[in-house]
């Protein structure tokens, strides 16, 4: 008989909390997320999706006014504030494009800070982008959400722009960008799409 993998007989196997996460080897910790204290594997693309999101936040660094309070990062730690208040829970995701307000050195960032956020579909996380990402991103109050598809060659077809409605707290799809992303906040960037495939 084979040996049943430890999820199978102890369900807080698959748990975590903040102080636990905080422990782990960085190299584990880029492969979770981690939502309602729940582990979720985190959907790591190939290098022409990697190379996409590196090269958005180049573009957009480039465009961003020369304002100190305001940065722009790739893969970092997103972490709940708002879910964590109502139901006490460690949660964070990590897009691959942040822009926030900036926060002193060595602070974690959290959803209060972020202005806008970037998630670029690979296989197997159409889903999570499209639906369980918009639903909790939008919870968390972060203003703008761009959701980047690409066609079957790795090429940038489409970027999705959601708005958050604020009275509803949910995302309203304020723009459908082809060829070149037209963006008006968190500033004004106009990113064509041949910059990003490279």
């Known amino acids: 008989m084979t040996e049943l993998p430890a999820w199978s007989t102890d369900t807080n196997s698959l748990e975590l909390t903040e102080e636990q996460y905080n422990d782990l080897p960085d190299a584990l910790r880029k492969l979770i997320e981690v939502v309602d204290g729940n582990i979720i594997r985190h959907q790591i693309g ?3 999706y990697s190379d996409i999101a590196r090269r958005l936040a180049n573009q957009l660094e480039l ?5 100190p309070g305001v940065r722009i990062s790739t893969g970092v ?3 709940f504030a708002w879910q964590k208040c109502s139901a006490g829970a460690f949660s964070f995701r990590r897009p691959d494009v942040t822009i926030y307000r900036c926060i002193d050195r060595g602070t974690k960032l959290t959803t209060a ?3 806008l956020v970037v998630e670029v579909v690979s296989p197997g996380s159409g889903y ?6 918009l639903a909790e991103y ?3 109050g972060i203003p703008v959400y761009l959701i980047v598809h690409l066609d079957s060659n790795l090429y940038v ?3 999705q722009e959601y708005r958050l409605d604020w009275a509803a707290r949910i995302y309203r799809l304020a723009d459908t960008h082809e060829g070149a992303l037209l963006l008006e906040s968190p500033f004004s960037a106009v990113v064509p799409f041949d910059r990003l495939d490279g």
């Open 113 to 115: 800070e972020a202005l």
């Open 138 to 140: 939008a919870y968390e």
């Open 128 to 133: 999570t982008d499209t639906v369980d990402k």
């Open 46 to 48: 190939s290098a022409e």
């Open 157 to 159: 077809k489409m970027i």
């Open 77 to 79: 730690d997103v972490r």
């Open 63 to 67: 465009a961003k006014p020369a304002d």
